[in-house]
């Protein structure tokens, strides 16, 4: 059994009193990320190969990144992430076509293409991009939340992390000043079960990582991150508390990957039983059957939904090859060299 089975969860959110609207939407992002994903898989292995470095892909766990957009504040809250950005940017605002030119290495990109997937970024709505050291964004994001508290904006911190990233050191340093300076910051661990191909049990002494936020004497606790309802219920609550001087919070939201680590992944350490298993409580579909349980769409509707994500991927990503790459002028603006040039 995987070890997001055997954790306890917190249980379903209520049924919400809606017109549909809203869910229509959220179901829709999700579609379109799944999109996005599949579409840079296809680039990314093509001959001719115009995506190039590390490329980290969120197919399976696209509820998290899209429940979390729903009740953030662009004007106040933050975003802090690891390498698995796509979905997150996505579901924050960054069209297709900034994100896709971005892998692409094109001065159209969010970061201008001097980032690349590891890196999409988009400050002005509170994304503080993806980050690609194990563990390095955990702090960062303590100091995020630590300045949105000394100079009372009333905004919160979303720091994500993978399982893998709990096992560094700068894990603890941060929970524990999170937690002792009761810095609004939620940190939300995307248990997809493996690191690389480690799995939890292999690598944490304690499978249920919701625990490590005990130590540090903060309110823990699991929930089905495949699951978008949830996912905004509880992440909403963990929110409430911090905006009301209340701390952190640790939430594990236990999901899976549909793709490889990264690119290069030939996914030994898994059975092909346990993918198809997952993909059982795929989150896409999850939501869709509900949405269709309500009323709130049909098998038509959503297969129109998904043409349309499709066909907005297709020109993103045909935009994106069209563009052009950075000047060479333009190598060093940006980035740190060029306050500390190399070439002197
Ligand atoms: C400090 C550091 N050590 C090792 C690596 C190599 N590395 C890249 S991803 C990864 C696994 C992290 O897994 P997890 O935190 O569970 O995130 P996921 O990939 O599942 O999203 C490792 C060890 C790294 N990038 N940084």
């Known amino acids: ?98 994100a896709m030119a971005e892998l692409f290495g094109k001065a159209t990109g969010c970061s201008h293409g001097k980032g690349g997937s590891m890196h999409l970024f988009q400050a002005e709505v509170g994304n503080n991009g993806g980050h690609g050291i194990v563990g390095g964004q955990i702090p960062l994001g303590v100091g995020m939340a630590f300045a949105q508290s000394y100079k009372k904006t009333g905004g919160v911190t ?49 499978i249920d990582l919701a625990q490590r936020g005990c130590g540090y004497g903060m309110p823990h606790y699991n929930i089905d991150g495949n699951d978008v309802d949830v996912v905004i219920t509880e992440l909403g609550k963990a929110k409430e508390a911090a905006a009301r001087g209340e701390g952190p919070t640790y939430i594990v939201a236990n999901t899976y990957r549909f793709r490889g680590h990264s690119m290069s992944d030939p996914l030994k350490y898994r059975t092909k039983e346990e993918a198809e298993r997952a993909k ?3 989150p896409i579909k999850l939501y869709q059957q509900r949405m269709k349980d309500n009323g709130w769409i049909n098998d038509e509707q959503i297969e129109a ?36 040039p190399l070439e002197k």
Do not use: W
Request: glycine letters at 8%.
């Open 1 to 98: 059994m995987a070890v997001a089975d055997q954790v306890q969860r917190r249980p379903p959110a209520p049924r919400p009193q809606s017109d549909g609207r809203l869910e229509r939407e959220r179901l829709r992002m999700m579609m379109l990320i799944r999109r996005f994903e599949e579409r840079t898989y296809q680039e990314y292995t093509r001959p001719g190969q115009k995506i190039g470095g590390f490329c980290h892909l969120y197919s399976g766990q696209e509820a998290i990144a899209v429940g979390t957009a729903a009740i953030f504040d662009k004007s106040k809250d933050y975003l802090i992430n690891g390498y698995r950005c796509h979905g997150h940017s996505l579901a924050l605002g960054m069209s297709p076509h900034a």
């Open 280 to 282: 059982l409580r795929d």
């Open 158 to 206: 979303f720091c994500f992390l993978g399982d893998g990233a709990v096992n560094q050191g700068t894990h603890n340093e941060s929970l524990n000043l999170a937690s002792l300076f009761k810095l609004p910051c939620i940190f939300v661990v995307e248990n997809n079960g493996v690191a690389m191909g480690t799995q939890v049990e292999r690598a944490s002494a304690e």
């Open 305 to 340: 939904l998904d043409h349309q994500a499709a066909q907005e991927i297709d020109q993103a990503t045909r935009q994106a090859d069209a563009d052009p790459f950075p000047a060479p002028e333009d190598r060093f603006q940006e980035i740190l060299a060029e306050k500390y």
